[in-house]
Nanobody, 122 residues
Framework: QVHLVESGGELVQAGGSLRLSCVAS????????LGWFRQALGKEQEFVAH????????AYADSVKGRFTISRDNDKNTVYLQMNSLKPEDTAIYYC???????????????WGQGTQVIVSS
């Protein structure tokens, strides 16, 4: 059974930085694309970033491009999301998810963590 645990979310001032982590178990980590998604209160879940099994290919939502960086450590079964220049509109619960598809769309992410809360104050 796949198990994903996110951490690193907290309250931060606008302009600050956070690094989220997601540790995975119960899967062949290096064979999966890993993604980060977020959901703000009252809004739909949205894609943030994903990274290929090797780390060679990444993709970002336009809203975070240039500010967020996704990375992974296959030896530690961990994916990271470095978030810089945070804005109040980045406030959301952040989730990591896995997919066996090389360049997945939302429906291809089949295992999800419980999320970690990020709050950016103005």
């Amino acid at each position: 059974q796949v198990h994903l645990v996110e951490s690193g979310g907290e309250l931060v001032q606008a302009g600050g930085s956070l690094r989220l982590s997601c540790v995975a178990s119960g899967l062949t980590f290096s064979a999966h694309t890993l993604g980060w998604f977020r959901q703000a209160l009252g809004k739909e879940q949205e894609f943030v970033a994903h990274i290929s099994w090797s780390g060679a290919t990444t993709a970002y939502a336009d809203s975070v491009k240039g500010r967020f960086t996704i990375s992974r450590d296959n030896d530690k079964n961990t994916v990271y999301l470095q978030m810089n220049s945070l804005k109040p509109e980045d406030t959301a619960i952040y989730y990591c998810a896995t997919s066996i598809v090389m360049n997945p769309s939302f429906r291809h992410f089949t295992s999800w963590g419980q999320g970690t809360q990020v709050i950016v104050s103005s």
